[in-house]
Structures are given as structure tokens and as C-alpha cells.
């Protein structure tokens, strides 16, 4: 049905619009979906399949790879399939929770600036991603060893005992995580923050708000769509993460991340890694559901 | 920018908050901003040591230094790697935003959003290794169909791109989402054409999350290591896929030497985009 | 849109540039004037390169990678662009059963004589029709010689929490760590038995004490003993030895422990076999081959070689073991069907707590 209507105050047919829309998105979406979203569906048929003796697909089709997720493999039932969830929701839960936490004030410095300098202070926040993931990552390693300041800060403080490094730990994955994650919520929030409009946040000022409801009514709701897509770059990574967890937390917590990896590397078992690929990104989905939900609601001026 | 009501004691200044930022706040920004560093001075400090194992300082040594430039390996894949992250880059800067215009600016019923939404997601969703293997999938099918596809730099760029869409889409698709109608309607009420208000007006206004979504994709090319391998052939060795294979007989100075480069190579990279921007063109 | 522009045309410069300096390296491999060999990272004399390309001429371009899996997968999407494979032993059944190698014509290679006879008709290739060994090791323990004066080289001392004398690092390699339980259980470290790998995952658990740093990969375990951090840990002699000081030491465990092999081999659709062909028989030369392990420090398959290795390395038993000890090595074989008993084991020992 060809309607006439008033877009963004153009007058303009639906049939008009939707080519011209259709003309954007074609290419980009034909990539993804050619290039991607197309194989991986043929991969998560691989999931109802099991593993050959020599590491091939055996189109024997059987749910036992997802139960295996669910903790019933050959040897009887094991909770390490859902300690290894749940550490991977912990993990990444709180990783974006301190990342974003940190990433506000950033946003915010970076907003004050002067407008030439901005795209200076951004890729200060950009740079250290320049270097090499691993690379950082044994950066972290050293700087977390048992003879350099902030180990001996925590032994004084008699957190640990007396020679003992801050890594490996739960503590350390978390350093190196959110390290990894803050430019990549830095830079969705930031350009919102820049666009904020200071006039309300000044309102809820004069109407003697205190701080945490000027930001929960005035600078929340602003910056909603690029705090959702920051917490999207941030939760999401995490929960795919194998290299942080396996080096700064010792290898001794599995999360997601290195299951899947190891089903595609050492075991060559490529259906159940696709199981569980399925699984982690359902998980997502739904989570990414819950946000944009929650996302459509929010009026914009 | 809006103006304040007048009479008002406050005064507002273009492009800045009056609202002062808690001490308490700020000092938290340039904390985290130190805390990001931290690796880095770490890294550049042991390039300079001259001792080859451990963190203990043996004296201030450039040698690391001197034998990376020799080393021609290094250098090929250097350049190899800011080809791919910098070509990447450019088209899916371009294929990002027009995806996120696309999608955003025109009338499209609520399942169709849905749907192009997940599909946008896709890319972000997948973790690295299935991403890659997804990839080999889909080159597989193309040396099937069109014969004799090489697995190379253009194997890699195409790789690259497909993840860097996603993200180039999604930071200004919130910058789009942010804006408000009014100033493209105004445009249109001024008899603007589609193409000139979308020249003028709306690429002005969703110019920072362009660049945004540009300084993230060029960030996650330099970085990538596993789809990169999956999709490199023989001869398109990559700076992360040469440091990750020098991981097995322990990082040596020199490659932290590497990493030190490459740090200041960008910091250098970024002063010389300041200069030139701060030419004429006024935003 | 001034700036879009500049930087737009930087873009496309650099693209300009680099399709050019990539394209000549690429055009040089495509040749068959090359030889392209595919190996784990620095594996290799840079030397040895240089006189291989002086003596015939051909260009060798040197990709590299860094576990076996990345590199069968890399084979099975790109054989068709690499000659001559360095693959580790247990890899290559399961790829020779794909179809994945050409047949080693081994009157070409009249070096391959010079190997010795344990590695003439080994475990993973016995017909000999694939591969040639390149270079050979043991896994073992580095341990503080400091801290444990007298220490008593059983796969206990990071296994049973009883008898772990101070911090230890384990191996963070499934089957590696896996045999060394299965050693001081009794059993085999090729096991296939259920019940055998179940108790093997009991111990492998019960290994995870306070004490029990981390799992490591094989040169970390050895950076973390010689830093102190560690006083025990699991690593290839190779590793270890070309790192002790004098408060260290490397011992191959009494209950026995597995011996690795890589070898070379040719992808069947390789584009340059004969160019792969001499290439493994200039690895097999003696003076080569003496070359190669005296760069690398690890034990070299080559008979030939062995009077040219350099003696203080010869005669050390942590690179070229007595036969007394070799006797009680094992090759490690693909396990098949059993692989997934090994994953579940696997991942339970290394899901937390």
C-alpha cells in the first residue's frame, strides 16, 4: 500500500522511501548476511551432529551435545559445564558494571574539552589498543607480580601474604577485562555525552536535586542509547573472552570462551562447539532483547 | 545549543557544560585514563631494559631497538597490517553508515527493524573463532562458485570489514537515534533537497559518531589476531599474528621494542590528523 | 568534508602502496622459483634459510603458526599454498587419513637414510610414507634446585597434594598433562579407557590446591620457576634447557613421560614438490641437521648429525636422554573416538571451583 507521507518533512510515498532505504542497506546487509550470517547458520546445524573418530562432522543427528552442556557427558552429570556459565555471566557481568562505571566520568572529561581537542583526548583512549592484546595482557602480568608497588601496597595493607603476586586471580582478570573494555564504552557513551543537552541537567540542579537523581532523571535518559550500546561492546566481548581469564586468572576458571575455543582448536570437536556457540549466543540475544526493549521506550527530544 | 533563559546567572558556552565536573569525578577520569597507560609505560619500559628475561633493570639499552630494524619480517608485516586496518576500515566506514541511516531514518515497520537489528548484531555477537571459522566457511563456498580464491589480503580486508560494519553501524546509529528531528525537518521546511540535507545536515550532525565508529573499526583491525589468521595466507603476515607467534619462545624485548613503536607511530598518526584538522574547515 | 576527503585519500594511497609491496611478495610465492615451508615459530636458523636459497637458487617464504590446530586448519583451506609442513606427531594420522599429504617419494631424498632407527617407522607414520622427523623432545619437570635440594623427579611433585613441596605450575596442554597423570597412575598415556581417564581426571582435580599456581603453557612454567614464583613446573626440555641457571634443573619424571616429535611433510596439492623435496633433504644433511639443533637446542633425529652436535649439549642426558630412560617413552597417538573422554575429563579439571 503506496501511502503518501510527511518524513522527517519531506513529502514522499512509503514506495519511495522504502526503495530509498533499501538502496542504503542493500550492500551492507547483503555483506553480513552473505558473508557471515549464512555460514553460521549451516554451522549451527553442525550442532545437532556429533564428532567422528577422526575429528570430522558425523551426521548422526542427537541432542547430546547440549546435554553435555547441561552437565550429563559419558562420565554421569557435572556441575563444571554450569560453573563455567556462571562464572562467564559473573565475570562479564561485573567487568561491564566497573567499565561503564568508569567510562561515565571519562565521557563526561573528555565532553568538556574544548571541541579541537576532543578527537585528540578519544584517541588517547583509542591508542593503548594498539598494542597487542596479549601483549597487554602480559604488561598487566608484570605489573601485578609480587615485587612491583601495587602488590607490595596490598601486602601492606595485609590483603595477601607477605611475597605473594596480585595474579593469578579473579581479581586480575578483572583489571586486564576492563582495561580491554573501556574504550569500546567510552566511545558510544561520549557521543551522546557530547550531545547532551546540559539545560535539563541544570533544571534538576535548580530544582535541588541531589547528584544520583540529576543523573538518574537528567543525564540516563539522555545518554540511553549509547549507554545501552556500551554495554552491549562491553558485556558481549567478555563473555566470548578466553585470553584475559586464561593468563591473569591462571587457566584455572574456565569461562565460555575458552570451552568454545578449545572445541575449535585441541579437540577438533566442532559440533559441540557449535552447540555451544548457539548457546552463548542465545544468551546474548536475549539480553540484547532486554536492552533494545527497553531502548525503544525512550522518547528522544 | 540551546540558550539560557535570560537573566540567568549561568552562561552557557558553545559546545561545553557550565556543569563543573565533582572534583571527585574528575580525578576519577584521569585515574582511569593513567590506569589504561599503565601496560603501555610497562611495555616501553622493559624494551629499553637491556636484560632479556624478567623485569629487573639491567641499564637503559636502545639495542632491542636497533635489531627490529633490521629485521625485515617485522617491517612487511607492519606495513601489512595498517594496509588492512587502514582499507578496512575506509569501506566499512562507509557501508557502517550508510547501514545505520539506512535504518534509522526511514519509516520501516517494527519487524523489519527487528530483524535488520539481529542481523547488524550478528557480527558483534559471534565469538572470534566461530567468527573465523564462519569466514573460512563462506570462502570455501566462494572458490567453489567463482574458482581459485586465494586466501590473502583480501581475504583478510573482506573479514575485517564484516565485523567492523557492525561496529561503525551501531555507534552511529546511537548518534542518530540521539538527534532529534528537527533540524533535518528545518532543512527540509528550507527546501533542501534529499541528497544536499543529507550532505550538509545530517553527516555534519552524526559527524562525531562517524569518526567514532571509524577510530573503533581502525582499533579493532590493528588488534585482531584470530579471524586475522584464520583468513591471512603465506605471505600477509599480520603485526598481532607475528607477535602472538613469538609468544611460544617467550616475548622478547624486542617485540615489546615493536609495541612501543607502534604506540608512538599512532600517538604520531593522531597529532598529524589534529594539525591538518585544524585547518580552515570549521565544524 | 574537506578532512573526509584527506583522509579518504590517504587511505587509498596507503592501499596503492601496500597492494604493491604485498602483491611482489606474493607474485615471488606464487612463482615456482619458491619453496613455502609452514612451521612453528622460530624453528628455524635464519642461516639455514640463507644457505638453502645460496645452494638452489629457490626462494623459501616462511609462514609460521602457533598450535597444531590453528596450523590443520590452515592446511586443509590453504594446502594448496604451502610446500613443505612442519606438523607435530600426533597430528598426523588424523591428517594423513583426510588425504591431506602427497606420498614422500624417498628416493629424492637420499638424506633420509641418516635418520635414526626409533624414528624410522614411528607410531604416527608407520609406513614411513609421509613424514620425516625434524626435530625431537621430552616434556619433564624444572624445578628449584635451591628450594629442593633433594628432590625426587615423580610426576607427584605437581600432582599429589600431599607431595607438592611449594608452588608448582602445571602444563596447560590437554593431552600433555593428561599423560603425565595417566604416568603416575600407572597407565598409559594413550589410554582410551574410561575408567583410566576418569582417575586420571580424579588426580588432575585434586592437584588444584593453594599451592597449584596456574596452568601454563610450556615457556612461562619454565619463566615462572627460574622467577622464583614457582619452585616446581611441567615443560618441554627444550624450553627448560636453554634457560637454567644455577639454581635450576630439568628432570625427566621416573614413572616415564612422552616423547614429541615434528616432522615435515607435503601437502598434497603443493605447488612446488620438488622444490619440498629438496628442502627436506637439506634439512637431513648432517651438517644441516647439526646446524638446526645446535641453533634450536632441542635433540636432533638425524644420526648423522649427532658427532657434529656441540658435546656440551650431546652429552646432556636433559636433551639426548640414556636409553635407559628413552625406554620408558612414549609417542603420543591420536586418540580417536576416545578424544571426547579426554574433553569431558579436560573440562572438568579446568572449570572452577
Redesign the interface.
Known amino acids: 500500500m503506496n501511502r503518501l507521507l510527511v518524513w522527517y518533512g519531506e513529502l514522499a510515498t512509503t514506495r519511495k522511501l522504502t526503495s530509498r532505504g533499501l538502496a542504503l542497506l542493500a550492500v551492507p546487509l547483503a555483506w553480513i548476511i552473505l558473508l557471515l550470517v549464512a555460514p553460521l547458520g549451516a554451522m549451527m546445524a553442525w550442532s545437532a551432529a556429533s564428532r567422528s573418530a577422526s575429528g570430522d562432522i558425523e551426521w548422526t543427528l542427537s541432542a547430546a551435545n547440549f546435554l553435555r552442556l547441561a552437565g550429563f557427558d559419558s562420565f554421569g552429570w557435572t556441575r563444571s559445564y554450569l560453573v563455567i556459565l556462571g562464572t562467564t555471566i559473573l565475570v562479564s557481568a561485573v567487568t561491564t558494571i566497573v567499565t561503564i562505571a568508569l567510562a561515565y566520568p571519562l565521557a563526561f572529561a573528555i565532553a568538556r574539552r574544548p571541541p579541537a581537542h576532543r578527537y585528540l583526548w578519544l584517541a588517547l583512549i583509542i591508542i593503548p589498543f594498539c598494542t597487542n592484546l596479549v601483549i597487554r595482557t602480559y604488561a598487566w602480568m608484570l605489573l601485578l607480580g609480587s615485587q612491583m608497588p601495587p602488590a607490595r601496597l596490598v601486602q601492606w595493607l595485609h590483603f595477601i601474604g607477605p611475597s605473594e603476586a596480585l595474579y593469578p586471580s579473579r581479581f586480575a582478570v578483572y583489571i586486564g577485562m576492563v582495561s580491554n573494555s573501556l574504550p569500546f564504552a567510552v566511545l558510544p557513551l561520549y557521543t551522546n555525552v557530547e550531545r547532551l543537552d546540559w539545560a535539563i541537567v541544570e533544571a534538576s540542579r535548580d530544582l535541588y536535586s541531589g547528584p544520583v537523581r540529576t543523573f538518574m532523571h537528567g543525564i540516563l535518559p539522555q545518554t540511553f542509547p549509547g549507554l545501552v550500546t556500551a554495554i552491549i561492546l562491553t558485556f558481549i566481548p567478555a563473555m566470548g573472552a578466553f585470553v584475559i581469564p586464561d593468563l591473569l586468572g591462571g587457566g584455572k576458571s574456565w569461562m565460555l570462551g575458552n570451552l568454545i575455543q578449545h572445541q575449535f582448536g585441541v579437540s577438533r570437536d566442532f559440533p559441540f562447539g557449535a552447540a555451544v556457540s548457539l548457546v552463548l549466543t542465545f544468551l546474548t540475544m536475549i539480553g540484547l532483547l532486554v536492552l533494545r526493549r527497553s531502548g525503544d521506550e525512550v522518547s528522544i527530544l | 545549543m540551546r540558550r539560557s533563559p535570560a537573566g540567568s546567572a549561568v552562561k552557557l558556552r558553545a559546545g561545553a557544560g557550565t556543569n563543573r565536573l565533582h572534583p571527585a569525578l574528575s580525578a576519577l577520569a584521569v585515574g582511569t585514563l593513567v590506569f589504561l597507560y599503565l601496560p603501555l609505560a610497562a611495555v616501553a619500559g622493559m624494551s629499553l631494559n637491556t636484560a632479556r628475561f624478567g623485569a629487573a633493570w639491567k641499564g637503559f639499552s636502545l639495542r632491542w631497538y636497533a635489531q627490529l630494524l633490521n629485521n625485515e619480517v617485522v617491517l612487511h608485516a607492519a606495513a601489512n597490517t595498517l594496509v588492512l586496518a587502514a582499507v578496512s576500515t575506509a569501506i566499512s566506514t562507509v557501508l557502517g553508515t550508510l547501514l545505520a541511516i539506512g535504518l534509522e531514518r526511514f519509516p520501516w515497520p517494527r519487524w523489519m527493524r527487528r530483524i535488520v537489528d539481529g542481523v547488524v548484531y550478528v557480527p558483534v555477537v559471534t565469538p572470534d573463532i566461530v567468527f573465523a571459522v564462519g569466514m573460512l566457511l563462506a570462502f570455501e563456498a566462494a572458490r567453489q562458485v567463482l574458482g581459485g580464491l586465494r586466501l590473502g589480503m583480501g581475504t583478510m580486508i573482506a573479514a575485517h570489514v564484516t565485523f567492523q560494519i557492525s561496529f561503525v553501524a551501531l555507534v552511529v546509529g546511537s548518534r542518530l537515534a540521539t538527534l532529534g528531528r528537527s533540524v533535518e525537518e528545518a532543512a527540509r521546511d528550507l527546501y533542501a533537497g534529499t541528497w544536499h540535507a543529507l550532505r550538509r545536515v545530517t553527516l555534519p550532525l552524526i559527524a562525531p559518531g562517524i569518526v567514532s565508529g571509524a577510530m573503533l573499526a581502525f582499533t579493532l583491525s590493528l588488534d585482531d589476531f584470530v579471524i586475522s589468521f584464520f583468513t591471512s595466507g603465506p605471505s600477509s603476515v599480520t603485526l598481532p599474528l607475528y607477535i602472538y607467534g613469538s609468544l611460544r619462545r617467550g616475548i622478547t624485548p624486542e617485540i615489546h621494542a615493536l609495541s612501543t613503536i607502534v604506540f608512538l607511530v599512532t600517538v604520531a598518526l593522531v597529532l598529524g590528523l589534529q594539525v591538518l584538522a585544524r585547518n580552515p574547515e570549521k565544524e | 568534508?574537506?578532512?573526509l576527503a584527506?583522509?579518504?585519500f590517504?587511505?587509498?594511497l596507503?592501499?596503492a602502496?601496500?597492494?604493491s609491496?604485498?602483491g611482489s611478495?606474493?607474485g615471488s610465492?606464487a612463482g615456482t622459483a619458491s619453496v613455502?615451508v609452514?612451521m612453528?615459530?622460530?624453528y628455524i636458523d635464519p642461516a639455514l634459510v640463507q644457505k638453502f636459497e645460496k645452494e638452489t637458487g629457490l626462494k623459501i617464504?616462511l609462514?609460521?603458526?602457533?598450535?597444531?590446530?590453528?596450523m590443520?586448519?590452515?592446511v586443509s583451506?590453504?594446502g594448496d599454498?604451502?610446500d613443505v609442513v612442519v606438523v607435530s606427531d600426533h597430528a598426523i594420522p588424523?591428517m594423513a587419513?583426510?588425504g591431506t599429504f602427497r606420498t614422500l617419494d624417498v628416493q629424492k631424498i637420499p638424506n633420509a637414510r641418516n635418520i635414526s632407527k626409533r624414528f624410522t617407522r614411528p607410531p604416527y607414520d608407520p609406513e614411513g610414507k609421509y613424514s620425516l622427523p625434524y626435530q625431537w623432545g621430552t616434556m619433564g619437570l624444572i624445578y628449584r634446585t635451591d628450594k629442593l635440594p633433594g628432590f625426587v623427579p615423580s610426576w607427584a611433585a605437581v600432582l599429589d597434594p600431599a607431595r607438592q613441596p611449594g608452588p608448582v605450575v602445571l602444563l596447560?596442554s590437554?593431552?600433555d598433562l593428561m599423560a603425565a597423570a595417566l604416568f603416575h597412575r600407572g597407565f598409559s598415556p594413550n589410554s582410551r579407557n574410561?575408567a583410566e581417564l576418569?582417575s586420571a581426571g580424579e588426580l588432575l582435580r585434586a592437584s588444584?590446591t593453594k599451592k597449584?599456581?596456574?596452568?601454563?603453557?610450556s615457556?612461562?612454567s619454565?619463566?615462572k620457576v627460574?622467577?622464583g614464583?614457582a619452585w616446581v613446573g611441567i615443560a618441554y626440555n627444550g624450553?627448560a634447557v636453554a634457560?637454567l641457571d644455577q639454581n635450576t634443573d630439568f628432570v625427566v619424571p621416573r614413572e616415564g613421560t612422552i616423547i614429541w616429535v615434528d616432522a615435515m611433510t607435503i601437502p598434497a596439492k603443493a605447488p612446488n614438490p620438488a622444490g619440498a623435496l629438496k628442502f627436506m633433504d637439506f634439512i637431513l644433511r648432517p651438517d644441516v641437521g647439526a646446524q638446526l639443533s645446535n641453533f634450536l637446542d632441542y635433540a636432533t633425529p638425524n644420526e648423522a648429525s649427532l658427532p657434529l652436535i656441540k658435546p656440551e649439549v650431546r652429552n646432556d642426558a636433559r636433551v639426548y636422554p640414556p636409553d635407559s630412560q628413552t625406554a620408558k617413552m612414549v609417542m603420543l597417538e591420536?586418540a580417536?573416538?576416545a578424544?571426547?573422554?579426554?574433553?569431558?575429563?579436560?573440562?572438568?579439571v579446568?572449570?572452577?571451583?
Do not use: H
Request: proline letters at 1%; hydrophobic letters at 35%.
Open positions: 568534508m574537506r578532512k584527506i583522509v579518504l590517504c587511505c587509498a596507503l592501499a602502496c601496500g597492494r609491496s604485498s611478495a606474493g610465492a613455502t609452514f612453528y615459530s622460530e617464504v609462514d609460521t603458526y602457533e598450535n597444531t590446530e590453528e590443520m586448519s590452515k583451506s590453504a599454498q604451502y588424523v587419513a583426510r596447560d590437554m593431552r574410561a576418569k588444584r597449584m599456581v596456574g596452568f601454563y603453557g615457556p612461562d619454565v619463566g627460574l622467577a614464583d624450553d634457560k591420536d580417536r573416538e578424544t571426547t573422554l579426554y574433553d569431558q575429563v579436560w573440562t572438568r579446568k572449570a572452577g571451583e
